[in-house]
């Protein structure tokens, strides 16, 4: 099959079926925009194991994904969409770019969920935007379907935040991706992985997540498999 797209963390190929496209989740890790690279092996499969696992909890949440099923160790099988080109990111902790920009402590709990819209440009960086930014690119055809992202990220977020806190894990953030259908409703598309949220254990705040490889703290598929393991609990 046609290798369609190959991003940092899953190649995309074509199928039989020109409404579907099949995922494989590579052991490929990268931070800092790619300046740091490296490899994990079995984190494809893991990912793809916990990407699946969540698209389908939120399916049983009424969330519509781009997610069919599982179809091997690495790849998943999922509906065609023009994806757009804004990383929607979900915070609930101060952490991460947010403690940087803003000098908001790191750990300190939000009072209220913050989403935010950077532009998905590798070569810019992917930079923070704001509304009119992303019409004025044309990321979006008008400020209702931002609301229409805000909304779903929201639902996400209360979904896995209370998911996750069963499973003794606080979701500090993540970034999603979304994309328009052949009919052109906006579900959610790439993947919920640890490449992608952040996850503290809820006693002891430790790190369970790609912040393991971006800080280079050691123990990347522990945490990885540790953060599966939960999630099938
Ligand atoms: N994130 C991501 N891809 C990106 C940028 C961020 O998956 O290109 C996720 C990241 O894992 C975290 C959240 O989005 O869960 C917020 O990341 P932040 O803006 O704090 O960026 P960072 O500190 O990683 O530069």
């Known amino acids: 099959m046609e290798l369609l797209y190959e991003g940092k963390g899953k190649k995309i190929f074509s199928t039989t079926n020109p409404q579907e496209i099949r995922a494989f989740f590579k052991d490929d890790l990268t931070a800092f925009n790619a300046q740091k690279r490296g490899k994990e092996s079995q984190k494809g499969a893991l990912n793809c194991q916990i990407t699946s696992a969540l698209f389908e909890l939120l399916h049983t949440k009424g969330i519509k994904t781009h997610y069919i099923r599982q179809l091997n160790d690495n790849e998943i099988l ?109 579900i959610l598309a790439d993947e919920i992985t640890p490449d992608s949220c952040r996850f503290w254990d809820k006693e002891s705040n430790e790190k369970l997540d790609k912040d393991r490889f971006r800080q280079g703290l050691g123990d990347v598929k522990m945490a990885y498999q540790e953060v599966l393991k939960r999630i099938l609990q």
């Open 78 to 186: 999922c509906h065609k969409v023009q994806i757009i080109p804004i990383e929607v990111v979900v915070r609930n902790v101060a952490t991460g770019s947010l403690t940087k920009r803003l000098g908001i402590p790191e750990g300190q709990v939000l009072h209220k969920t913050l989403i935010e819209f950077y532009y998905k440009n590798d070569s810019l960086g992917d930079p923070l935007i704001n509304d009119e930014h992303a019409i004025l690119l044309q990321c979006v055809q008008d400020v209702q379907e931002l609301e229409v992202l805000r909304k779903q990220a929201r639902a996400i977020n209360t979904a896995l935040k209370s998911f996750f806190l069963q499973k003794n894990l606080k979701l500090i953030d993540f970034k999603l991706e979304f994309g328009k259908d052949s009919a052109q409703n906006i």
